[in-house]
């Protein structure tokens, strides 16, 4: 494109006196020398506008200034520092790179300094901001960091002049200065952004690795992002696949009545984010049609959608963040809530993962329990037994609900580590041998050891563990003495040892129950917590008096 006679580009020489460029060179070294230490000193971008726009000022004369930046998208120059523009002067404060109607504009668009004769005579010119504010002649330079544009300087003067070659070779230099502070302030913003970053999502991981199940995951992780975020409310819905539904499974600072409330995929914004696997936002989710939610984000403006995007790819889900403030999310914030929503949905779907498996091998041990308790049909009831007696005690006791059903798995599974003693040895009827004995003391430690990867019953170990232990520290497998054993192995050891006596076996038949009630008695302070025992007395004669 032909440019107009009055815009040239400037090629950098000049045919002055050599003391006038001597001295012209020596006032630019210092100007430049100075402005330099003082860009050293600062990592604010507005900083540094202002500082060049007042050092171009001061060195050439000019009683106008502008400092444009680019945005972070590269598409807008933003004023950020000035001289001689008045603050109550209506002026356009975002110029687009590119805009030949405007002279940062223009000069974004071009590889070196130009200049305008008279911007008041320039057909294209003549309505800017620069115009309307009486200037007349101008120069003005991008400054790039080699690949993008970072922004632009532009020089006014009230009457016409011609700008000297070394005055666009000054202005040369101090773009290559600021394009440098500002790479290098850039660099540190992104290194503090990123460390920044990096301690949010190490925060999240370790707040979800503390969560016990995928429930708590979801609120940990819906909170996490809230807090990230700075936003008002959200809520997290889990994709069920099968059913082709969204499933809301966590709210904050949102009616609980939303959750359970399943809806089909379909043309709502939460469905677009899970098809198109890309985040959305809103102006307005209180008028937002596509949001769905009706009065539930009743105050809600700023609302932005994030799918819960596995590394793989997958999307498993969303997040729905809000705010009560008209202050959209920017992209930033938008990066680094992405990134906590993929850190969520790779731990949600592990999560969900090893629930299965860990539900798949309960299961599995739940029937082994079982055929342990059918492998002699007189004893096929034995785990029950101890678990309805087991469960009386320890409500005697005070125990809490969560003991209690602690002590009802403990009495399911206490003996499953006899799995690995023969039939033989278990269906013996004349005296055991020591090497049978030694067999027979193993089972409880293989049996918190067959139990020991369901992480849901962890506490159901001891138990297992220790049932077989005596209050005097003559039991088996480690010679735990009083209360070293814990209250539950106490209470099933004494419900084991009645249920046992009451029970024929192959070795002996049952006893009565009068019987068992008086040896459990006599073994108070020996083999039982007499306060164990104390208890369980009492227990039976509630059941005796309720049985007639």
């Known amino acids: 494109m032909p440019q107009p006679s009055h815009v040239q580009k400037h090629p950098v020489r000049d045919r002055a006196q050599p003391s006038r460029i001597a001295r012209y060179r020596s006032a630019e070294k210092k100007a430049l020398l100075k402005l330099g230490t003082s860009l050293l000193g600062s990592l604010d971008p507005h900083e540094i506008a202002t500082l060049t726009a007042h050092t171009v000022a001061e060195f050439m004369e000019v009683p106008l200034v502008e400092v444009r930046l680019a945005d972070e998208e590269g598409r807008w120059l933003v004023l950020q520092g000035a001289v001689g523009v008045p603050e109550d002067e209506t002026r356009i404060d975002r110029v687009q790179i590119g805009d030949l109607a405007n002279l940062a504009g223009w000069a974004a668009s071009q590889e ?79 290194t503090q952004n990123q460390l920044h ?27 996490h992002a809230v807090k990230v975020g700075r936003a008002d409310a959200g809520l997290l819905c889990m994709v069920d696949r099968e059913l082709g539904e969204i499933v809301p499974c966590a709210v904050h600072k949102l009616p609980h009545a939303i959750l359970g ?13 899970i098809q198109n696997n890309a985040p959305a936002s809103s102006e307005d989710l209180e008028k937002d049609p596509r949001i769905g939610l009706g009065e539930a984000v009743q105050g809600l403006h700023a ?128 005296p055991l041998t020591e090497d049978e004995w030694a067999l027979i003391r193993r089972h409880p430690a293989i049996g918190s050891e067959i139990v020991a990867p369901l992480r849901r019953l962890h506490k159901v170990l001891p138990m297992i563990r220790y049932h077989q232990e005596r209050w005097d520290g003559t039991g088996y497998p480690e010679g735990l003495k009083g209360e070293e054993i814990p209250l539950g192995a106490r209470i099933l050891s004494v419900v084991d040892a009645y249920v046992a006596m009451t029970e024929d076996r192959p070795y002996r038949k049952a006893r009565t129950h ?34 007639g």
């Open 303 to 430: 609302g932005l959608l994030l799918p819960l995007r596995t590394t793989a790819g997958e999307v498993v889900g969303t997040l729905l963040l809000g705010r009560r403030r008209k202050d959209p999310f920017d992209v930033p914030e938008e990066r680094i809530l992405q990134a906590v929503a993929e850190m969520g949905a790779n731990a949600l779907q592990r999560a969900e993962l090893f629930e299965e498996l860990e539900q798949a091998y309960l299961q599995a041990v739940v029937a082994l329990s079982k055929a342990i308790d059918a492998r002699d049909s007189a004893t096929s009831h034995h785990s029950n037994r101890i678990a309805i007696l087991g469960a009386a005690v320890a409500e005697a006791m005070g125990c809490s609900r969560e003991e209690i059903e602690t002590i009802l798995w403990a009495a399911t599974l206490h003996d499953i580590g006899k799995i690995s003693i023969p039939d033989a040895i278990l269906h013996k009827t004349g």
């Open 261 to 273: 409330k399943r809806e089909a995929i379909g043309d709502g914004l939460v469905s677009w984010v």
């Open 197 to 223: 970053e990096l301690a949010i999502l190490a925060e999240a991981a370790t707040s979800l690795r503390a969560a016990h199940t995928v429930e708590e995951m979801y609120t940990v992780l819906l909170n």
């Open 112 to 190: 070196g300094p130009v200049t305008v004769a008279d911007l008041q005579k320039d057909s294209r010119f003549s309505n800017s901001p620069l115009a309307r504010l009486g200037m007349r002649s101008a120069l003005a330079c991008s400054f790039t960091n080699g690949f993008q544009i970072l922004g632009t300087i532009a020089a006014a003067s009230r009457r016409r002049r011609r700008f000297e070659p070394n005055e666009v070779h000054f202005l040369s230099l101090v773009a290559n200065q600021v394009a440098l502070a500002l790479e290098r302030t850039r660099l540190f913003i992104t």
């Open 514 to 547: 009068e019987q068992a009630m008086e040896e459990i008695r006599h073994q108070a302070r020996k083999q039982f917590d007499p306060r164990v025992v104390e208890v369980f007395c009492e227990v039976m004669e509630k059941m005796k008096e309720r049985t």
